[in-house]
């Protein structure tokens, strides 16, 4: 079998246009408790590095295919090489752990919603967003996790309070229900209350419920 024409590591050309966007990712808990459902807003950043890069990985792999079918005629655009993935590292500055991945994202609607089905769609007005997202871990407890939120973003200044998003946990939700809230009241959760303190109401949040132990324990283990 002959090698193939091109490679997806090669590939550095996109179909439609590139925008570049950064975020950061907070989970909040009680760092000498990671496992347990308090703290689940930490525990579950680690999986979520793998499943970006894999998600990278793959979406680049399609754009090659679309790019090898376009007429030789056809515009093109750059395809940023992605930024290599940092693993979860102490930095004293950010009073935690930081760690970074780059993920690629398609705006487009997905195939069969009903934004493809009217006459005015086009798919060139969807763009590719190259997400560079740092995640964060703070060293901290949870009733003072605002301190540490407050001190990593003085590590990535650039990084706008909006695209600072809050993962933690939810009693009021049942186990494994994701949801996310724009600002608002704290519900009685004491780290989103020390962010608050900090950084203000508006902070983003995406709520992972826990449901409400029998015993009313929230520091055990996760099921």
Known sequence: MPPPLFSVADMRAADRHVVRKAAMLVGLGNYSHPTTRHSIGQY??????HRAEAHDAALRAEIARRVARLSPDAPTFELPVPVATEPFRPVAASKGWLARVSVLLDAAPPKGDAARRSPHFSLRAYPYVLYDLVLYIPRMLMNVNGRGVAA????YPDIALTDTLLVHDE???AFGKVSFKQGGSAAGHNGVKSVQHHLGNDVPRIRIGIDRPLDGNVNVCSR
Request: glycine letters at 0%.
């Open 44 to 49: 579950c950043l680690s999986p979520l590095i």
């Open 152 to 155: 990593a973003r003085a590590v």
């Open 171 to 173: 009693l009021q939700r």
